[in-house]
Every structure is written in structure tokens, then in C-alpha cells.
């Protein structure tokens, strides 16, 4: 449990509590709520207490912005649940949560005003104050951030602008990233390179991720460069990642492979896998396929990195990328609160809800169950054709 301040502290200080229920435990989804949570915080200066899941408690780890928060284990209405929002008498009560049963619970709770989306069954009750979304393409961090400007709009308003997101970064450990950088480190031996600086660039890879988002030109030479020596050619690693469990629409992982083999052929480009749980054993079995199909060793042309499923390790990891070419999943939304570039291959449903702040899509027309190898084919083409974009030329 993150716990700063006791409750009896900052009497003067409004309570907001933040929410994060209906078992919202994706990772995409946490990602995403560390922008709101940061706005919270820096624009109301109030006490911010968070209601969540554990993948969200460890994504908030060393981030300074929250004041205390609470785990939540099993289903959300509990008096246990109850009990422990009770105990914080907040002034407002913030949650996407819409559903009869959530509504019911909010309104059970003693929260001065309760924020949440709009629905027929809250619009006029009372301490409720609606959020009314009518736009359809608007995207899951807005609709986080449209209630936040709920609580004080004219203030919100003001302060939005001010806010640097680069204070939501999720936070590996030093230990972490020295561990990351001297494993990369170490592969890149195998293709003549051995003195390479995770964190020589990093802030020119920001500000290039900040002029693309803001529609400016860029003034970093070599934005999306890891660099290594100055005397050396820069060098690119580009993380591509073939795994999604819940997207509809992605490619097959033979022409995840196919794509990897071809970011490889690009000069100064070195792709980088990092795997988890079970698919580091469907990987190794896909590019036994693969290399004997081609002829190839793939894997001696790409960095595979086996993640033992530490959310800070794979922020880590990101991190130190140029550039991230990922389906609609989580990676995407870690990707992009590192400031890692990301090309997402989505579908155009997925560029609403779920889309990325970059906007660089190579849109998959037709979902994976019948996806056409023509399709496969051109969506992989467009994928180098926006890597080549970004590089300098």
C-alpha cells in the first residue's frame, strides 16, 4: 500500500478519491490512468487517494503524485469497500465505472459529489455530477481526463496546459535499468558493438515524441537514436512486438518474424523481442519454423529479451528503444508513457477508444481470424515504410 499522510492530515484539503474498478486489471488500461492521476493531483492539490487493482499499484510505484492507496480484491460493492471509502469523507468521488450495481454502491458511500460518465440511471440523482461523452471517437485517456476537469472546469481549464506528463513516466529502479542496459549491452556484442549508452539520447527522444504529438517539426538530428560513440554511426533499436490478448486485429506471428526480418535489413536498425510467460517458448518454436523455411537464423539478426513478467523491467526495456511497432495492447500505452515512438498496427475501431497519443497507425483492415496474406503482406510494408519516416535521413 502506498500510504504518505495519515487521515487525519491536511484537514483543509479537499479528498478526491480515484476509482479504478468493474476488475480493470489490463495493463493498457493502468497505463493510461497515470496522466488523470498526475492532472489530479498538480491542478487541485488536493489529497489523492486511489481505489484499484495491483497492476496499478505497481505501475505507481516511485511516482510521488499519489497520497495513499488502497487495494481492491474482489468484487467492488463490499461493505469492506464501503467501509474503507468511508473512512476518507472525500469531497469527490471519481470513477468510469457506470454499471446499475457501481452506481448503487457510489451512492451508498458518504462522498460529498460522485463523477462519473453519464447514464440514465445517474443523470439526476443526487451528489452525482454526469460526465456527458458524446464524441464516439474519443479515446480512453480524454475520458479519464474530462472527468477530472468535471470537478473545477475554469481551473482545470487553466492549469492543463501546465502540466508535464513527463512526471506520470512509470519508474523502473536503477537497479532495473542498469540490469536492462547491460544485458542490451551485451547482445549488442554480437553485431561489432560494444560500447553502447542507454541514456545518452533519451532526451532528445523526448523531444522528438513531444514535437510529433504537438505537430512541430523536431530539432533533434537524431531523435530516435540510442547513440553510442559520436564517432560511431547512431544506432536504432527497434522493439517489435507480436503479442496481443485482446486485440481482434493483428498479424500472425510468422509475419511478426517476416517484419522483424526486415527492420534487421535496415542499416543501423537491430529489432528487439521481449517475451513473457509462455510465448518465449511459442517464439523459439515459430523461428525454428521460420529460419527452417528461409534458410536463416533469425535470432542471431534480433536482441530477444525473456521478461519474467516485471511490469518495471519491461518499462525499463521500452525505454532504452528507439521506436516500438506493437499491436493494440498494453506495450503501446507503457511504450508511450516512456516517450518511446510507437507505430501501432490497429484497427481503425481501435484508433478511438484505445488510440495512441502518436496517431502513426498502419490500420489491419481485416481481423486476424481471416486476414488474407496479401493484407499480412502490405501491412508489414507500410510498417517499414513509417519506420523509415521516422529515421533521419
Known amino acids: 500500500m502506498i500510504h504518505k499522510q495519515s487521515h487525519a492530515n491536511d484537514t483543509n484539503k479537499p479528498t478526491i478519491i480515484f476509482l479504478h474498478a468493474d476488475n480493470v486489471n489490463g495493463l493498457g488500461d493502468n497505463v ?3 496522466d488523470s492521476l498526475l492532472a489530479l493531483k498538480r491542478i487541485y492539490q488536493a489529497r489523492l487517494v486511489v481505489f484499484a487493482r495491483d497492476t496499478l499499484q505497481e505501475l505507481l510505484e516511485g511516482l510521488d503524485f499519489v497520497d495513499e492507496f488502497c487495494l481492491l480484491e474482489g468484487e467492488l460493492a463490499t461493505a469492506i469497500n464501503r467501509e474503507k471509502i468511508n473512512a476518507y469523507n472525500a469531497t469527490y468521488l471519481l470513477s468510469l465505472s457506470c454499471k446499475t450495481k457501481a452506481l448503487r454502491f457510489f451512492a451508498s458511500t458518504n462522498a460529498t459529489t460522485i463523477i462519473t460518465r453519464a447514464k440514465l440511471a445517474n443523470i439526476l440523482r443526487k451528489r452525482f455530477r454526469p460526465v456527458l461523452l458524446l464524441n464516439p471517437s474519443i479515446t480512453h485517456r480524454q475520458t479519464l481526463l474530462l472527468l477530472a476537469r468535471a470537478i473545477d472546469k475554469a481551473r482545470f481549464d487553466k492549469h492543463i496546459d501546465s502540466i508535464d506528463f513527463l512526471d506520470s513516466r512509470v519508474k523502473s529502479s536503477d537497479k532495473q535499468k542498469q540490469e536492462i542496459a547491460h544485458f542490451l549491452a551485451t ?6 558493438r560494444s560500447d553502447f549508452n542507454a541514456n545518452a539520447t533519451l532526451e532528445s527522444k523526448i523531444a522528438f515524441t513531444k514535437a510529433h504529438r504537438a505537430r512541430t517539426p523536431s530539432s533533434p538530428p537524431n531523435p530516435l537514436a540510442l547513440s553510442l560513440s559520436s564517432s560511431q554511426t547512431p544506432l536504432y533499436l527497434i522493439c517489435i512486438n507480436p503479442f496481443t490478448i485482446a486485440a481482434t486485429h493483428s498479424l500472425h506471428l510468422e509475419s511478426y ?6 527492420v534487421a535489413a535496415l542499416p543501423n536498425c537491430i529489432p528487439c523481442i521481449c517475451t513473457y510467460g509462455k510465448t518465449h517458448a511459442l517464439l523459439q518454436e515459430a523461428l525454428q519454423d ?19 513478467g516485471d511490469l518495471h523491467n519491461l518499462a525499463a526495456f521500452l525505454e532504452m528503444m528507439s ?18 515512438p510507437s507505430i501501432a498496427l490497429v484497427s481503425h475501431t481501435d484508433t478511438k477508444r484505445w488510440g495512441s497519443q502518436d496517431k502513426r497507425y498502419v490500420i489491419i483492415q481485416e481481423p486476424l481470424s481471416s486476414i488474407s496474406k496479401e493484407l499480412e503482406s502490405s501491412v508489414i510494408d507500410s510498417s517499414i515504410a513509417k519506420l523509415q519516416e521516422l529515421l533521419p535521413r
Open 32 to 34: 493510461i490512468a497515470l
Open 187 to 192: 547482445e549488442l556484442t554480437r553485431f561489432c
Open 257 to 262: 518474424l517476416t517484419l522483424i526480418d526486415k
Open 290 to 308: 521460420y529460419n527452417a523455411t528461409h534458410s536463416c537464423t533469425l535470432q542471431d539478426r534480433c536482441i530477444i529479451y525473456h521478461n519474467q
Open 323 to 340: 521506436c516500438i511497432i506493437t499491436g493494440s495492447t498494453g506495450a503501446l500505452h507503457l511504450a508511450e508513457n516512456l516517450f518511446t
